[in-house]
């Protein structure tokens, strides 16, 4: 079964710095990997998404992801924090062999400080 | 284009009562998707529907959760009865179908059971 690990609950960073949220997935074979924005009680915003084309994929709002299948990774940077970022992030992954069923991490809180 | 529309926004309710949660997708999303998202966790799949068709239950718990989706368009999503244990929140989402991840997220029902 796929899963999708996010390192670190909580992220804090000054505006202006390097945002980095970390995403790793398992599986056997390339699946297709997303992450998501959660404002408060709004529901899940797309960011961006990676489905087999270009490694290093750009979002909105000036974030990036590179999938990197030596490290199983996907991690999600921005080269400087706003404070409007500040919000709940998850990575999901979705496995087309299994007819594309779909798994959220369990989220990262970040807050960018002024 | 109109979103996803959730209603109601938050609901509190005693345990062993009944309750709905009712979802509109955005209009020709053939596939809606129910969730739950516990605090602090990322969203779980309950059920997924392709038009009409329930082709993904195996997360609802049947015992006490049903839902529908009548003419392949609107959803409602049922509890009964409910238990300390169900209070998370609800979100819908809908999409074209046949995008992997491209999914819209309606804002959420807040459920509280007390």
């Known amino acids: 079964a796929q899963s999708v690990t996010q390192l670190g609950s909580h992220v804090s960073v000054s505006e202006g710095a390097l945002v980095l949220l970390r995403c790793n997935y398992s599986s056997s074979v390339p699946p297709y990997l997303f992450w998501y924005v959660q404002y408060p009680n709004q529901g899940l915003q797309l960011l961006l998404k990676?489905?087999?084309?270009?490694?290093l994929v750009k979002g909105i709002n000036g974030f990036e992801a590179e999938f990197k299948k030596s490290e199983t990774s996907f991690h999600l940077t921005k080269p400087s924090a706003h404070m409007s970022d500040a919000a709940e992030y998850f990575c999901?992954?979705?496995?087309?062999?299994?007819?594309?069923?779909?798994?959220f991490g369990t989220g990262t809180s970040l807050t960018v400080i002024p | 284009e109109a979103g996803v529309v959730q209603s109601p926004r938050y609901k509190i309710i005693e345990k062993k009562q009944p309750v709905a949660f009712w979802c509109n997708p955005i209009?020709?999303?053939?596939?809606l998707y129910w969730y739950r998202q516990n605090l602090g966790q990322g969203p779980e799949l309950l059920i997924r529907y392709e038009n009409e068709e329930a082709v993904d239950d195996s997360q609802l718990p049947k015992d006490r959760f049903s839902a529908e989706r009548l003419k392949g368009v609107d959803s409602t999503l049922k509890i009964q009865p409910a238990e300390l244990g169900d209070s998370a929140v609800y979100l819908c989402a809908s999409s074209l179908g046949g995008v992997p991840g491209e999914q819209y997220f309606g804002p959420g029902t807040r459920l509280t059971v007390t």
């Open positions: 999901a992954v979705s496995d087309p062999a299994t007819g594309n069923q779909f798994y």
């Open positions: 209009s020709g999303h053939n596939t």
């Open positions: 990676y489905t087999s084309a270009a490694t």
